[in-house]
């Protein structure tokens, strides 16, 4: 056991043990910080992708919400025609609500031609009063111009569908 003893005082194993289990000590911590950054980094990358499928997922809904904004003006304008002023008085009533609906949507506020859709809404309103006065007999057949309001909803329809447009390429350029 003395040889022993002799063996690691002349040859300094405790100290090359303190000194090698400093090192070693050491590299653990710099693989744990290195370790701790790769983490960090990887939940970032992971937070900007659910981010971007938010975004998209959210430019699709307004998107989706626009074409149907858009088939229900091609839709009253057909119905105009035909003179089917209750369906018509629906279809605008189910127009300003999608409209409602995408207004009150904080994504889409970001868009330059958010103001559109205002402008949609009001002239929906506009028509709609327009019908029921007519429908109630205080309005006239003239006021009930449908050449006049079907020009309004195509020109309606091709803003939304500019809006629609400027939508999708912001969404698609994101990602």
Do not use: P
């Not at 002023?85 to 605008?92: E, I, K, P």
């Not at 949507?105 to 009063?129: E, H, P, V, W």
């Amino acid at each position: 056991m003395e040889q022993v003893h002799h063996f690691i005082d002349t040859h300094y194993v405790a100290q090359w043990a303190s000194i090698s289990g400093l090192l070693i000590s050491f590299f653990g911590f710099a693989v744990t910080i290195l370790n701790v950054v790769r983490s960090r980094d990887a939940a970032t990358r992971a937070e900007e992708a659910a981010e971007r499928a938010i975004r998209a997922i959210t430019g699709i809904e307004i998107v989706d919400g626009l074409a149907e904004a858009i088939r229900l003006l091609d839709e009253t304008q057909r119905l105009n025609r035909l003179g089917e002023w209750a369906l018509v008085l629906d279809r605008h009533r189910a127009f300003r609500n999608i409209v409602g609906d995408l207004k009150a949507n904080d994504s889409i506020s970001k868009y330059k031609n958010i103001g559109r859709l205002q402008s949609a809404f009001q002239q929906s309103c506009t028509m709609s009063n327009t019908i029921e006065l007519f429908l109630d007999g205080n309005g006239t057949a003239q006021s009930v111009n449908v050449a006049q309001m079907n020009k309004v909803l195509t020109k309606q329809a091709e803003h939304l569908g500019a809006l629609m447009v400027e939508i999708r390429t912001a969404v698609g350029a994101k990602q």
